[in-house]
C-alpha cells in the first residue's frame, strides 16, 4: 500500500538535538489500520484451510472425566476430534509451573476449560460439533473464594511438585518481605489503621478475541500466525505439545487487535491446540474464539484481598507497615507467582516505611485461571493502600495531600519495602501537577460527616493517589531480561528492523522505528519495523511489564550504532572530516567544520554499499543487574521505576450514588517521550481502563454472585458485553495526560516505559475522591452503587 | 435444513449478489462469501460496534442484520474508504490517523462506519453528539479522547466515501437450519398455514434474534422466521380517534424523533433515547421489544403507565388485544400463540396526560435497565385524575403499581402523596438480588425513580397549565 501520509505535520524539535525521537510521528501501522487492511487472525485465508473450536467442560469441578466423541464425529463436515490423548508431546502448557493441561485430563478444574477440539470444513461446523462432544464424570465438590480454598479441610486444587519452595495446598506461591519490625513498630506508633479492601476480576476486553492461524510447512516445519504479545511463549508451547524441536516452528504475530497482558501466556494455548490440529489433519488450520468462550476462558485480572495496617507518630510522620495480600489465582498456576511477586514488592507503596512487613500467597480456585493484567498485581495493592493512606491521613488529622507530601519518597536515599535505594525519585513533582489539574486546593474540602438525602443536589470532592512501577521483569524474571534485534540496511536506503517484542496496539512499531532512525539518522518513512518473528530475532522474552522501549530500543539502538560506524566512515571520509567532526541531521550527515556540507542518508547508504562496509546488524540486550533475597524479599528488585500521580475530581447523584468523574489528571514520568502523542494515547486508554476497574467492571460467578433458581456453583454469570461493564464513549470522563521527562540513564534516549503505569493509580485516586464527597469509605471495587449502598448502610448502623 | 437463496444488493458504490443461507448474517455475507475482512467480529451480539457498517446511510451493527433484509439496500463498509495508488487519504481517516486515535485499530473500521453516520446528518457535531453516536463503539485502547478531538477537528467535509463501480460476487456453501418466510402485507400473515413442527419466530430488527442466531444468546434461535421488516402495515404512528396506535415494527430512532411521541408520550421518547446505542436504535423495535419479553425491556413500563393495549393478529385472521402489562407470563415468555405476531400498540392521547420515565443504569449507554420507573398523570388543574405507576426489572415481569390510583387521585402531588405511592411501589414490586444490581438498591431506585419522575411532571403540568390556580369546583 502507498502510503500517501506524510510526516511534515509532525512537531518541530524538541531542544534536544533528536530529529524523530520526541516527535509525534504518524504511527506506521495507522493507516492501514484505518482502512480496515490490517489483517488480524480472523482475516487469514490458506488454501485447504479448515476451522476449530473448542469443547469446554460446563460444570466447574470434575474428577473422572469422561469424553464421549461419537455424536460429534458423525456431525457434517466434522474432520477429527481430538482429546488429551491424541497430543504427541507434552499434555500441560509450559510456564512457570507445568500444572496446565492444554486439554483437561481426568479433572476438570474450573467451567470453560477445555476438554476436546474439533476440526471441521467450517467454523460453523466446528463449533456445532464441539457443542456435541459430550463431557462427563463426577462432579467435585467446589471453592470459589480463596477463604474457601484456605480452609483446613478444602478440597485440593493444586498440591506443589517436590521441591516447589513457598508453595502448599492451594497456595501457587507465597512471598515475604521484611525489613526491621513491622509489629513493634506500629505498637509504639501514635496512628494506626488496620483495613481489608477487596478488588474483583477484571478482564482484558481487548476488541479482537484470541486467534490463531497453524500452516503446515515443507520441510517438517510449521508457521503459527495470530493475536500475541509473546512469540516465544508460544513457539515454547508449540514445541512442547508437538514434542518438536523449536528450529521447526516459527511464530509470526498478526495485527493484534489490542492485549493489555489477555494475549501474555493464553495464546499459547490457542496456538498449541491449533498446532496439534494442523499436525493431525496435514491441513492449515484456523482458531477463532468466540466473545463468550474468551470471558469463560481467558485469563482475567486477579481477585484481591489486601489487609493493610499502617502507622504514623504523632507528627503524622509514617512509621510501619504490615500487608497481608492474597490473590485469587484461579484453577491453575499461569503467570500467578511471578504477579505475586510484583504485588508484593509494590505492596507497601512509595512511602518511607523504617519497618516493613508484608505476607503475599496466591491461592487455587475453582474459577478462570488469572494471570498478566495491565498492572500485573500492582492496581489491588496500590488500591489498597493509596485508600489506607487516606484513611490513615484523616486519623492523623491531615489532608491526604498534605499527607503524601510529608511522606512519599523524595530522595536518593529513600529506599522501598525491598531495601532498593531509589533514583530519581519524581513523585512530588507527579503529584503536585496531578492534583493542581484538578485544582486541588480550590476543590478539596474536609471529608463529608455523613451522606446527603437522596434527593439532594450532587456532590462532590477530589481524591489522588501516587504510585510507583518496576520496568520490566525485574528480578522476578531476571532469567527472561534481555532482548535481540536485526537491523538490516538496504542498498536503496530503506532499513528493516526485527525485535522479538510485539505491536498490539501499544505503538511499538512507532517508537523503534523513531530510535533507530533517530540512531542511524535517517528519515523515519524510510524505517520498517517487521512484523515479530522468531526465526528473525532470537528469544527477547515477552512483550510485557512496559519493557519493550528499554530492552528491544536499546538492543536496536546497539544494532544501529554498529551500522552508523560504516555510515559515518564513508561520510568522513567524503567530507575529508574525522568521524567526531560528523554531526546527524536526520537525513544523513553533514560536518560541523564545514556547514555547507551535506550527505542525505541514502548517498550515505549506496557509498557504504559501494565500500562493502557491513551494512546489517544484529544485538542483544542485557537488562541492567537485579536482585531479590527470598529469604526476606530484599534486594535491587527492578533496574528502575516510573513515578506516577493521580488526581480525580467526581461528582455523585445522592440519588442513584452513581459516580461520574469530573475530570481525571495522570501525572508519569516516562523518563523520556519517544513519540509524545502515543505517550498520551497510552496514558488515556490506561486510565480509562482504570476507571472501568474504579467504577464498574467485575466478573460474577453463581455460588458466588445471588443467582436465580438453581444455577449449578462456578458459572460465569456475564461473559460478553452486554454483562460486563466497560466504559462507552458516554462514559468516558476528561482525562488529562500529564508527562514527566525526568531522563533515565540505561534508557534508549532516556526512556522508561509507559504501558502499564496508567492503569494503576486510578482507583484509589476515585474512591478517595467518593470518600471525601460522601463522607463514605468504599474498601471493595468497583465504586458501582451497589457498593457504596451497602458502605452507607454500614456507616449508618455504626452511627446509630 | 434451509434452502440458500441469491440476493443483490448496493455495495460501497458497487452491486453485490450473494448466495447464502437467508438468516446468516450481513457481518459474515461480507466477511467469508465476500472476503470484506475490514468488517470485524468482536462480539457478535451487537454490544461492541466493530462490525458497524452504514445500512441506507444509517450505522448498523452487521452482526445483527440478517442476509434475508439486505436485499436491494445499500451497504456501505470501510472498504469504501480504501483507494489504492495515489489518491489522498480521506478527510476522516486522515483525522483519525494524526489525532492519535488508532491504537490496536480492531474497533477503528466500526468507528469509521459509527462517524460517517453521525456527520452524515450533523457534519459540526458536539463532543455530546459525538459521544451517543460512537457509544456502541467500544474502544479498549484510546480512552476516546482522540476519537473525539479527530472528529471535532473536520468541518463539514463531505464524509462519503468516493463511489467505484464493481461487482462483487460470493457465495456461503453452508446451509443452516433457518428458514425464512418474508410478509410484506398482514394479509399474507393471516393466510399463513403455521406447521406444529416449525419452531417459529418473528424477525423484526433482529436485535435480539440475530443475537441467539450467532450463539451469543440463552434462548434459541428458533427454525422458521416470518420475516416483518417490508411489511408496510408495521410502520406507522399515527393518531386516530384520540388513540395514538404505533405500529410494532416502528423503531427506537424513530421513536425518539417522532413529534407526535415527543409530544403526547414523551416518557416514550425518553426510553427511546436510552435504548442501546445508535446503531441498536436504528434497527431495535417496539414490537420485537415487547415479544422479547425481558423483565427489564424497556417498553413495559412505559406502555403500561400510557395505558396501551397491544393488538397482535392470528394465522387464520382473528385479532386479540392484551392490555401490555398482561402480555407477558413469565420471563422470556408471552402469553402469545404460535405465529401470533404483535401489530401495534394503541393508548389514548390526552393533552392534560404528562408522563415521565427514569432509568437505573449501569453506564451511560448500552445498558439493561437495573430498574425503570414510568409515570402517566392525567392532570385536572393541580389534582391528579388518573394515575398510572409502572415498575420494569421490579418483578418477572413489568409492574403495574395498583394502588398508586388511591394515593394519587384526587389529589394535587403534594410530597405526602409521593411518598405513600413510593410506598406502595416498592410492596409492589418484587425486585431481585442478581448480578446486575442488589434487591436494596433496586428498591431505593423506585423510590428515586418516583420521586424524581414525580418532580418532573409536577414542573411539567405548571408550565403546561398556566391556569394553574385550583379551579372551582
Redesign the interface.
Known amino acids: 500500500m502507498k502510503n500517501t501520509m506524510n510526516q511534515s505535520e509532525m512537531k518541530t524539535s524538541d531542544g534536544s538535538g533528536n530529529k524523530t525521537v520526541g516527535r509525534d510521528v504518524i504511527r506506521p501501522d495507522a493507516l492501514e489500520k484505518v482502512r480496515g487492511r490490517a489483517r488480524y487472525a480472523a482475516d487469514l485465508r490458506r488454501p485447504g484451510m479448515v476451522y476449530a473450536a473448542t469443547a469446554r467442560s460446563s460444570v466447574a469441578s470434575l474428577t473422572g472425566l469422561r469424553v464421549d466423541s461419537e455424536d460429534a464425529e458423525r456431525m457434517p463436515g466434522v474432520l477429527r476430534v481430538v482429546t488429551a490423548a491424541d497430543i504427541p508431546g507434552s499434555t500441560q502448557v509450559p510456564l512457570i509451573y507445568m500444572d496446565q493441561p492444554f486439554l483437561a485430563i481426568d479433572r476438570v478444574r474450573f467451567h470453560g476449560e477445555a476438554v476436546a477440539l474439533v476440526v471441521a470444513e467450517t467454523m460453523e461446523q466446528a463449533r456445532a460439533a464441539a457443542a456435541r462432544v459430550k463431557i462427563s464424570g463426577e462432579p467435585g465438590d467446589l471453592v470459589l473464594t480463596p477463604e474457601e480454598a484456605l480452609a483446613d479441610d478444602a478440597p485440593v486444587i493444586f498440591s506443589p511438585p517436590d521441591g516447589l519452595r513457598d508453595a502448599a495446598r492451594n497456595v501457587f506461591k507465597s512471598y515475604r518481605i521484611c525489613r526491621g519490625n513491622a509489629r513493634e513498630a506500629l505498637e509504639r506508633s501514635a496512628f494506626v489503621i488496620d483495613r481489608e479492601y477487596r478488588t474483583p476480576h477484571q478482564e482484558h476486553a481487548y476488541l479482537e478475541p484470541q486467534g490463531m492461524l497453524a500452516e503446515p510447512m515443507d520441510g517438517g516445519c510449521l508457521h503459527i500466525y495470530g493475536s500475541m504479545q509473546c512469540p516465544f511463549y508460544v513457539q515454547d508451547a508449540v514445541a512442547a505439545i508437538l514434542g518438536w524441536p523449536r528450529s521447526r516452528i516459527t511464530v509470526i504475530q498478526t495485527a493484534t487487535g489490542g492485549a493489555f497482558g489477555g494475549k501474555e501466556d493464553m495464546p499459547s494455548i490457542v496456538a498449541g491446540h491449533a498446532a496439534l490440529l494442523a499436525w493431525l489433519t496435514d491441513r492449515p488450520v484456523s482458531l477463532i474464539y468466540d466473545r463468550e468462550e474468551d470471558f469463560r476462558a481467558m485469563s482475567k485480572r486477579h481477585p484481591s484481598i489486601v489487609r493493610v495496617i499502617i502507622g504514623a507518630d504523632a507528627r503524622g510522620h509514617v512509621t510501619a507497615a504490615d500487608v497481608f495480600v492474597t490473590l485469587d489465582g484461579g484453577a491453575y498456576a499461569t503467570l500467578s507467582p511471578i504477579v505475586l511477586w510484583r504485588s508484593a514488592v509494590h505492596a507497601a507503596g512509595p512511602y518511607n516505611w523504617r519497618d516493613v512487613s508484608i505476607h503475599a500467597q496466591a491461592v487455587a480456585t475453582h474459577t478462570v485461571p488469572n494471570g498478566a493484567f495491565r498492572g500485573f498485581g500492582e492496581p489491588q495493592v496500590v488500591f489498597a493502600v493509596e485508600s489506607a493512606m487516606d484513611e490513615l491521613a484523616q486519623r492523623v488529622g491531615k489532608d491526604p495531600l498534605t499527607f503524601r507530601r510529608d511522606n512519599i519518597f523524595q530522595y536518593e536515599t529513600d529506599q522501598t519495602a525491598t531495601g532498593q535505594t531509589v533514583t530519581q525519585p519524581s513523585l512530588m513533582e507527579a503529584l503536585e501537577k496531578a492534583t493542581a489539574a484538578v485544582a486541588w486546593d480550590e476543590n478539596y474540602h474536609p471529608p463529608a460527616d455523613r451522606p446527603p438525602d437522596m434527593m439532594a443536589s450532587p456532590v462532590r470532592g477530589v481524591g489522588c493517589s501516587v504510585s510507583f512501577y518496576g520496568v520490566g521483569l525485574g528480578a522476578g524474571g531476571r532469567k527472561l531480561a534481555r532482548a535481540g534485534a536485526y537491523v538490516q540496511v538496504e542498498v536503496d536506503g530503506s532499513v528493516r528492523v526485527f525485535i522479538g517484542n510485539t505491536e498490539m496496539g501499544q505503538g511499538a512499531r512507532s517508537v523503534i522505528g523513531q530510535i533507530a532512525a533517530e540512531t542511524l539518522s535517517a528519515p523515519f518513512e524510510k524505517i520498517h519495523v517487521g512484523r515479530a518473528d522468531t526465526s528473525r530475532v532470537p528469544d527477547s522474552g515477552p512483550t510485557v511489564a512496559s519493557r519493550t522501549t528499554v530492552m528491544s530500543g536499546n538492543a536496536v539502538m546497539n544494532a544501529c550504532m554498529t551500522i552508523r560506524a560504516s555510515l559515518e566512515t564513508v561520510a568522513a571520509e567524503q567530507f575529508g572530516c574525522d568521524r567526531d567532526a560528523l554531526m546527524a541531521t536526520g537525513d544523513g550527515f553533514a560536518c560541523r567544520l564545514h556547514p555547507a556540507t551535506h550527505m542525505a542518508f541514502a548517498d550515505t547508504v549506496s557509498h557504504a554499499a559501494a565500500a562493502r562496509l557491513p551494512l546489517a546488524s544484529s544485538s542483544w540486550f542485557v537488562s541492567p543487574p537485579t536482585s531479590f533475597e527470598e529469604a526476606d524479599g530484599q534486594g535491587h528488585a527492578y533496574m528502575t521505576y516510573v513515578w506516577s500521580a493521580n488526581a480525580v475530581a467526581v461528582e455523585i447523584d445522592p440519588g442513584t450514588l452513581q459516580v461520574k468523574i469530573l475530570k481525571l489528571a495522570a501525572a508519569h514520568d516516562v523518563g523520556k517521550a519517544i513519540n509524545p502523542r502515543e505517550v498520551r494515547g497510552q496514558i488515556q486508554g490506561g486510565a480509562l481502563q482504570g476507571v472501568g476497574f474504579a467504577l464498574s467492571e467485575t466478573i460474577a460467578y453463581s455460588g458466588r454472585t445471588p443467582t436465580i433458581g438453581s444455577m449449578p456453583g462456578g458459572r460465569m454469570l456475564n461473559p460478553g458485553f452486554s454483562g460486563y461493564i466497560c466504559p462507552t464513549a458516554m462514559d468516558a470522563p476528561d482525562i488529562v495526560p500529564i508527562v514527566l521527562e525526568t531522563a533515565y540513564d540505561n534508557g534508549p534516549y532516556g526512556a522508561r516505559g509507559i504501558g502499564e503505569p496508567p492503569l494503576i493509580g486510578v482507583a484509589p485516586a476515585v474512591a478517595n475522591a467518593v470518600a471525601n464527597a460522601l463522607g463514605v469509605r468504599v474498601r471493595n471495587l468497583p465504586l458501582c452503587p451497589e457498593h457504596i449502598l451497602e458502605a452507607i448502610q454500614k456507616q449508618e448502623i455504626a452511627h446509630e | 435444513m434451509s434452502k440458500r437463496v441469491t440476493l443483490s444488493f448496493k455495495l460501497n458504490g458497487g452491486l453485490a449478489t450473494v448466495t447464502a443461507p437467508p438468516a446468516v448474517s450481513l457481518q459474515r455475507i461480507l466477511?467469508e462469501a465476500l472476503?470484506l475482512?475490514?468488517?470485524?467480529?468482536?462480539?457478535?451480539?451487537g454490544?461492541?460496534g466493530?462490525c458497524t457498517v452504514l445500512f441506507d446511510g444509517v450505522a448498523v451493527n452487521s452482526c445483527l442484520v440478517p442476509f434475508c433484509q439486505v436485499e436491494g439496500r445499500t451497504i456501505v463498509?470501510?472498504?469504501a474508504?480504501?483507494h489504492?495508488?495515489?489518491?489522498?487519504?480521506h478527510p476522516l481517516?486522515?483525522a483519525?490517523?494524526?489525532h492519535?486515535a488508532?491504537?490496536?485499530?480492531?474497533?477503528?473500521?466500526g468507528v469509521?462506519m459509527s462517524a460517517v453516520g453521525l456527520l452524515n446528518h450533523n457534519p459540526n457535531p458536539t463532543r455530546d453528539a459525538?459521544?451517543?453516536a460512537?457509544?456502541?463503539?467500544?474502544?479498549?485502547?484510546?480512552?476516546?479522547?482522540?476519537?473525539?478531538r479527530a472528529l471535532q477537528s473536520l468541518h463539514s467535509v463531505s464524509v462519503m466515501p468516493v463511489p467505484r463501480y464493481r461487482e462483487y460476487r460470493g457465495e456461503i456453501?453452508?446451509t443452516?437450519r433457518v428458514d425464512v418466510i418474508p410478509v410484506k402485507h398482514l394479509e399474507e400473515l393471516k393466510a399463513l398455514e403455521v406447521l406444529d413442527s416449525w419452531d417459529l419466530r418473528f424477525l423484526a430488527g433482529g436485535t435480539d434474534l440475530m443475537v441467539s442466531k450467532n450463539?451469543?444468546g440463552k434462548g434459541s434461535a428458533g427454525d422458521m422466521w416470518i420475516d416483518l421488516a417490508r411489511c408496510a402495515e408495521l410502520q406507522h404512528i399515527r393518531i386516530v380517534d384520540g388513540r395514538m396506535r404505533i405500529g410494532s415494527g416502528v423503531t427506537w430512532a424513530e421513536l425518539t424523533t417522532d413529534p407526535h411521541v415527543r409530544q403526547y408520550a414523551p416518557a416514550l421518547a425518553q426510553a427511546a433515547t436510552q435504548v442501546g446505542?445508535a446503531q441498536i436504535r436504528a434497527k431495535g423495535t417496539l414490537g420485537g421489544n415487547l415479544a422479547n419479553a425481558s423483565p427489564a425491556g424497556d417498553s413495559f413500563p412505559v406502555l403500561a403507565a400510557l395505558k396501551t393495549h397491544v393488538v397482535t393478529v392470528n394465522p387464520g385472521g382473528g385479532t386479540r388485544t392484551i392490555p401490555v402489562e398482561e402480555l407477558v407470563i413469565r420471563p422470556g415468555k408471552t402469553c402469545l400463540n404460535s405465529g401470533e405476531c404483535i401489530v401495534e400498540v394503541i393508548f389514548p392521547v390526552d393533552a392534560r396526560r404528562v408522563s415521565g420515565f427514569f432509568k437505573?443504569v449501569?453506564?451511560?449507554?448500552?445498558?439493561?435497565a437495573k430498574v425503570s420507573v414510568a409515570i402517566g398523570l392525567t392532570m385536572d388543574g393541580n389534582v391528579v385524575e388518573e394515575a398510572r405507576v409502572a415498575l420494569g426489572a421490579a418483578g418477572p415481569r413489568v409492574v403495574l403499581v395498583e394502588r398508586a390510583g388511591h394515593c394519587l387521585v384526587g389529589r394535587a402531588l403534594s410530597p405526602d402523596a409521593v411518598s405513600e405511592c413510593v410506598s406502595a411501589s416498592i410492596d409492589a414490586a418484587a425486585p431481585?438480588?442478581?448480578?446486575?444490581?442488589?434487591r436494596?438498591?433496586r428498591i431505593?431506585?423506585i423510590?428515586?425513580g418516583i420521586?424524581?419522575v414525580m418532580a418532573s411532571l409536577s414542573r411539567q403540568n405548571q408550565r403546561s397549565s398556566p391556569e394553574s390556580s385550583p379551579r372551582p369546583e
Request: charged share 25%; net charge negative.
Open positions: 466477511r472476503n475482512t475490514g468488517t470485524k467480529n468482536g462480539c457478535g451480539e454490544e461492541c466493530a463498509t470501510i472498504e474508504f480504501d489504492s495508488g495515489d489518491a489522498p487519504v481517516l486522515h483519525l490517523v494524526t492519535g488508532v491504537q490496536c485499530g480492531f474497533c477503528t473500521p469509521v459525538i459521544r451517543e460512537l457509544a456502541g463503539n467500544l474502544c479498549r485502547c484510546t480512552g476516546y479522547d482522540a476519537i473525539f456453501r453452508e443452516d450463539g451469543q446505542s437505573s449501569p453506564r451511560c449507554a448500552q445498558a439493561l431481585i438480588d442478581d448480578f446486575r444490581a442488589t436494596d438498591y431505593r431506585m423510590e428515586v420521586r424524581r
